[in-house]
């Protein structure tokens, strides 16, 4: 029965690596094949082409998208790195006033939907002079709550003890973090840094609000317009588009799986950091 159940498990297993990956190698396989194949022959191997990744390069902005993306990506994951884990850190080690009330606003906002604070986020950008900036980009939800409580749920694991000992020997609250806690709590940051990647690379609501600059789009506003392009076309230069769409999603998506093909067991092991206590 046991050689049953674990053959059973790795069938399930397998049907889900099936279902996951299939959109994938379609995306990928549509790439290399004529706009016309891709509507006509969609789940066919068609004839093999680099036409679609070289109209692409020439008539879509993708290089620009993709070097938007790495700025706001890296200014915005930088900030989130640095002020959610002192937070967190705040919350989990020290007693103040009023620190389970703050905490607790902190978790409601995780209740309020991002389509909520789209209107009064882009009234405050406003105020600020900030549309159509980098600043839009990367500031709003920098220090999110749910990267606060979660470096929280982590930092809570580390034993007061030693802490106490790097009071003992006169470090100061920030060399204490820096010295003791930061160490200890690097797989969760890796985990939050991949997080954050992921939320901020494939973010579209707050992006297409705050910027419609063409020098300043994303690479997830870049492909929601070429769809919205492509959508319904049945000309032949629509199909095209289509091939166009294919190979910029395929570049897209580069990115993401190399990062966290880099990453993968630093973001396991940080997703169990605070899973027990």
């Not at 492509?230 to 032949?236: E, H, I, L, R, S």
Request: charged share 10%; net charge positive; aromatic share 12%.
């Amino acid at each position: 029965m046991s050689l049953v159940r674990r053959g059973g498990g790795y069938v399930l297993l397998a049907a889900a690596v099936v279902v996951f990956l299939y959109p994938i190698w379609w995306m990928v396989v549509s790439a290399f094949k004529p706009g016309a194949s891709i509507l006509n022959d969609p789940l066919g191997a068609g004839p093999f082409t680099l036409n679609n990744f070289k109209a692409m390069f020439e008539v879509v902005p993708i290089g620009q998208a993709l070097g938007n993306t790495a700025l706001v990506v890296i200014a915005k994951s930088a900030l989130t790195l640095v002020f959610c884990p002192l937070a967190g850190y705040g919350f989990a080690k020290y007693r103040f006033r009023f620190k389970e009330l703050l905490f607790g606003l902190v978790l409601l906002t995780l209740m309020l939907p991002t389509l909520a604070l789209v209107i009064p986020l882009l009234l405050e950008m406003k105020q600020l002079g900030w549309v159509n900036t980098y600043q839009a980009l990367i500031l709003p939800g920098a220090v999110d709550a749910f990267s606060v409580f979660y470096m929280r749920q982590v930092i809570s694991q580390v034993p007061d003890e030693m802490l106490d000992a790097a009071a003992i020997d006169g470090a100061s609250v920030l060399r204490t973090f820096w010295s003791v806690v930061v160490p200890v709590i690097r797989p969760g940051l890796a985990a939050l840094a991949v997080l954050t990647f992921f939320n901020v690379y494939n973010d579209l609501v707050w992006p297409i609000v705050a910027v419609n600059d063409e020098n300043r789009q994303t690479v997830s506003v870049l492909l929601a317009n070429l769809a919205t392009n492509v959508t319904g076309a049945q000309t032949a230069s629509g199909f095209d588009l289509w091939g166009q769409l294919m190979a910029a999603c395929t570049i897209a998506t580069v990115p993401t799986v190399i990062v966290f093909l880099l990453v993968q067991r630093h973001f396991i092991k940080g997703l169990l950091a605070g899973s027990s206590k």
